[in-house]
């Protein structure tokens, strides 16, 4: 089966910077997208950003020119440049796969990684 693998988490100030990254294993054979949430404590889950297999990226509106996704299709590995980070960034965040059939409905399936904690703070 699919297996997700985040590194890259850790204790930075603010205004620093961080990478993350998540690779991707197992029978991977239609991707719709890859991309990352976070929790923070006492809130709910929230979409950072995605990536689509077409390459168009999504962002919340809190991290929109602070952060950047990308991906290497040959590793199945998608990234998170943070920078600027912020206190309000601390969370756990987690990296997001979703494959679909290639058939009619084309069921939608979601993978997750186990979470990298990132702590923002001074």
């Known amino acids: 089966q699919v297996q997700l693998v985040e590194s890259g988490g850790g204790l930075v100030q603010p205004g620093g910077s961080l990478r993350l990254s998540c690779a991707a294993s197992g029978s991977i054979f239609s991707i719709v997208s890859m991309g990352w949430y976070r929790q923070a404590p006492g809130k709910q889950r929230e979409l950072v950003a995605a990536?689509?297999?077409?390459?168009?990226?999504n962002y919340a509106e809190s991290v929109k020119g602070r952060f950047t996704i990308s991906r290497d299709n040959a590793k199945n590995t998608v990234y998170l440049q943070m920078n600027s980070l912020k206190p309000e960034d601390t969370a756990v965040y987690y990296c997001n796969l979703k494959t679909r059939d290639s058939y009619w409905p084309f069921k939608e399936y979601d993978y997750w990684g186990q979470g990298t904690q990132v702590t923002v703070s001074s």
């Open positions: 990536i689509t297999s077409g390459s168009s990226t």
